[in-house]
């Protein structure tokens, strides 16, 4: 067996905090090359945990966006038609700009990090 310079799955704390660690993508990268390093098979569900946690996580804070600005349109709607013209009208024109500018910088990263995620797996089978 392998020797790690940390135990990231002897208990079932740290391989919770080890799961969370790659989910955030925090520092996971010294992990992965011990793992790689320690275990050729390893990247398999290294790479397929990465992928789905991440596709999780950013489809629930997506939700939670999207599901704001439609409550914000559906309960606001006979407000935004009263005061359209108005300073109020024109403010919340521009979050509504805001809020999706932010959505489509949250697409772009998703996509990106699938990208790099697709990457490393194919560095991985090199």
């Known amino acids: 067996e392998a020797k790690l310079s940390e135990d990231y799955f002897g208990n079932f704390t740290d391989a919770l905090f080890t799961l969370f660690q790659i989910m955030t993508m925090d520092?996971?990268?010294d992990v992965?090359?011990?793992l790689f390093?320690?275990?050729k098979w390893s990247w398999v569900p290294f790479i397929?945990?990465?992928f789905f946690s991440t596709f999780v996580f950013l489809n629930l804070f997506l939700a939670v966006i999207c599901d704001a600005v439609e409550d914000l349109r559906r309960h606001n709607f006979e407000e935004i038609m009263v005061v359209e013209n108005t300073d109020e009208g024109k403010y919340l024109d521009e979050?509504?700009?805001c809020l999706t500018e932010e959505v489509q910088?949250?697409?772009e990263l998703?996509?990106?990090t699938c990208e790099a995620v697709v990457n490393l797996q194919n560095n991985m089978m090199r």
């Open 105 to 107: 910088s949250l697409v």
């Open 37 to 39: 390093n320690a275990y």
């Open 95 to 97: 979050q509504i700009a």
């Open 32 to 34: 992965a090359l011990e």
């Open 48 to 50: 397929s945990y990465m």
């Open 110 to 112: 998703h996509k990106s």
């Open 27 to 29: 520092n996971f990268m």
